[in-house]
């Protein structure tokens, strides 16, 4: 408790966050976003002239609400949406969908699966062995999770109709090896700007601290920091590199700025899910100056209700 407490006297900004997390419903979406805004980044949001990347995503929040783009953060539905465009080679084989987790009929599944839910980012279950697999622990995280609306945090509006349901994934390894060891799938997201991708981030070593590391289009490393550390070692860069830009490119096409993500296995693509508010515009860059490079490649659309 001391420990806590020192932390929070050091961190007042944890208290000023946590504080508007719980009174977030007394809020209108701009004057949320304005506050937090505020808290993170210690000035106001410029919602008139946005120029930086994390303003231009808070705008976005606002005034870009085309009805699809709650099908598209619905981790379910876009796979249908995916396949269409890209081919169903892409996509993760789904192995069952429930609307509770006490619904999950575990003997229906194969040794090794994912359990998720289809709003959220943080509530995946992965079970490497049935035999040992604690599914009681994993139906309290799934519950637990299915009661948060993630649209109240960041106001990230489509989020906010998803309808939340529980569903099971083939579990996506490199090798044998990789089952072993429990060893994560690296991440390949593409920040894409109406069909143009820019820049590849990495999230890797998730078994232990991850870490993020940031390559232009050519795979040259980026000096940017977000979030995370670099990554010490090497970083393991996907093969179909190419291809993997072309899908990006298919999928992103008419959207102002979104990342979309991938995974390579065994030189195989596979399709992970569309971000469109990445850390939800409110992670900063370091350098600064990264923030305004990349909201000049934001085209703002018109607006799709009043400002």
Known sequence: MNKLIHYLFHNP????????????????????????YYIDFGKKLNLKNPLTFNEKLQWLKLYDRRSEYTMMVDKLLVKDYVAKVLGEEYIIPTLGVWNSPDDIDIDSLPDQFVLKCNHDSGSICICHDKRTFDFEGAKRKLKKALKQNMYWRGREWPYRNVVRKVFAEKLMVENEESVATTKRLDDYKIFCFDGKPY??????????????????????????????????????????????????????????????????????????ELTFFD?????????????EKLGKLIVLPPPTRDI
């Open 13 to 36: 900004r944890i208290i000023l966050v946590v504080t508007l997390f719980k009174l977030s419903p007394l809020f209108s979406d701009k004057v949320y976003l304005k506050l937090l």
């Open 199 to 272: 820049m590849l981030f990495v999230a890797s070593d998730r078994a232990h601290k991850v870490c993020f590391d940031y390559y232009d289009m050519d795979l040259k490393h980026l000096d940017l920091r977000q979030g995370a550390d670099n990554f010490k070692g090497i970083v393991k860069l996907p093969k179909q590199f190419e291809k993997m830009k072309e899908l990006a490119a298919k999928i992103s096409t008419g959207i102002p700025q979104v990342r979309t993500d991938f995974y390579e296995i065994e030189g195989k693509i596979y399709f992970g």
């Open 279 to 291: 850390s939800s515009g409110f992670a900063k860059f370091d350098p600064e100056s990264w923030d």
